[in-house]
């Protein structure tokens, strides 16, 4: 039932597109924190402003943001 062998001479030729795809998602998840962070900073600062409407933006924007499943 179980007699299937791994053919490991097609996972070897397939190697430098499976690495360049692990490069991609490295740079994608390294951007996205980059991104994430500049916009926690910017809604930190937006929420600590005198300007009602910035802070009303920046408390909306984290109330939809903690309650999104």
Known sequence: MFDY???WRSAFKALP???AGAWVTLETAAL???LGTLI???LTVMRQMKNPALRHFANTWVSIARNTP
Do not use: C, V
């Open 17 to 19: 597109d499976m690495l």
């Open 5 to 7: 062998s791994f053919h």
């Open 32 to 34: 996205s924190m980059l």
């Open 40 to 42: 926690a900073l910017l």
